[in-house]
């Protein structure tokens, strides 16, 4: 018995709707990615956010160990007029990342009189996202004694 | 109809028991008959009509995501963006104690502080608003002495609430109330969310007002 010849639609259907959802599927692992992609963003956003935020704790946990007024206006190599002036004079071998080494925080003081100081301390992590938080605190005046934030902003 | 035996060599896809070709195929040369045509159009219109509601559907879907995305997005924006001001309100760039809550109430607050230490804040960001309109369906913000602009909208089925909680983190005010200058000057903690109608917390967080002293 001779078989009938095959006819149909099957394969072009197929291909037509494949046609039809190939846009589709793009646009949704395009949407998928975008979205991935701002959750990266604002994640280091926030890390950065904190990792600035240590960097004023760490500036104050110094400063509450005692140290020096003049100190601070000579930068980490104890030296006036050098390039580093201005830049918080933290102890050799601190760690300045939090809290991973994808994000490294920078503080800088400046004395704005009456015994305050301004402490600025700027985050940069992954993409070049960086936060500045800055600090207005008064200087302990008995060794020991923890310094007082006045006042504290997040500088956009 | 009558078969006519392809002698010159058949295709490959031709049936294969035709003794007769040099491949032992058969060609089936008769074409295609007016009724297999209008079947055959008639299959595929009603297959197309099945695929046309089926992307429809699929558009319907991603468009339906992408704005709740979207929502979902300037939602987390807002809230950042509050959360950030709620921070830096009472800020005094000369170190004076300021009071950075001027105004709170369940779904508005205005906000006050002094980053150029010059004493008053009526410079620009020295005075920030956040007010929930509910006719407009959207959050507005407004800034120094201007008025209030669409912050976020689109907020349908959706309301800003604010809770306001002291050092020992116990709420102050209730839901409807206005607080008072004693509790503004109490509170440390304010929980900021939008909620649905029902409750239903949609976004929040919650932020310490870091300059209250």
């Known amino acids: 018995m001779k078989p009938e010849r095959q006819r149909g639609v099957a394969l072009v259907s ?27 963003n604002s994640r280091h956003q926030s890390q950065a956010f904190y990792s600035a935020e240590s960097g004023v704790a760490l500036a104050l946990e110094t400063l509450a160990s005692g140290i020096d007024a003049a100190a601070l206006d000579a930068g980490p190599d104890g030296v006036d007029g050098t390039g580093d002036d201005g830049r918080f004079p933290f102890p050799p071998g601190h760690a300045n990342e939090f809290p991973t080494g994808d994000y490294e925080f920078e503080v800088g003081v400046r004395h704005l009189g009456d015994g305050q100081i301004e402490l600025v301390s700027r985050a940069v992590g992954p993409r070049n996202i960086a936060r500045t938080v800055r600090a207005v605190v008064e200087l302990p005046t008995a060794l020991g004694a923890p310094p007082e934030v006045l006042g504290w902003q997040e500088i956009r | 109809m009558e078969t006519v035996a392809w002698t010159g060599g058949g295709p490959p896809w031709a049936p294969v028991d035709n003794p007769g070709t040099a491949h032992g195929h058969a060609c089936n040369c008769r074409g295609v008959s007016l009724l297999e ?58 170190g004076a104690a300021l009071s950075g809550i001027e105004a709170a109430q369940s779904d508005a607050i205005h906000l006050i502080s002094d980053p150029n230490g010059d004493g008053d804040h009526d410079d620009a960001n020295e005075r920030i608003r956040y007010v929930f309109d509910p006719s407009a369906k959207a959050l507005r913000r407004a800034t120094g002495l201007s008025g209030a602009q669409v912050f976020v909208e689109g907020l349908d089925g959706l309301q800003l609430r604010l809770r306001y909680f002291d050092a020992f983190g116990t709420e102050i005010g209730t839901a409807a109330s206005v607080l008072n200058a004693t509790q503004r000057a109490a509170a440390r903690r304010i929980d900021v969310t939008f909620e649905s109608v029902n409750g239903a917390v949609v976004a929040g967080t919650s932020v310490h007002v870091r300059n209250a002293r």
Do not use: Y
């Not at chain 1, 037509?16 to 990266?40: C, D, F, N, R, Y």
């Not at chain 2, 950042?80 to 005094?92: K, L």
């Open chain 1, 14 to 40: 197929a291909l037509a709707l494949i046609a039809l959802m190939l846009p589709l599927a793009s646009q949704v692992q395009l949407q998928a990615k975008l979205e991935a992609l701002i959750a990266g």
């Open chain 2, 37 to 94: 045509v209008i079947v055959a159009a008639a299959f595929v219109a009603v297959m197309s009509v099945q695929a046309a509601s089926w992307v429809r559907t699929a558009l319907q879907a991603i468009h339906s995501l992408e704005n709740s995305a979207e929502r979902d997005r300037s939602l987390w924006l807002a809230l950042e963006a509050i959360a950030a001001d709620v921070r830096n309100c009472g800020f005094s760039g000369a």
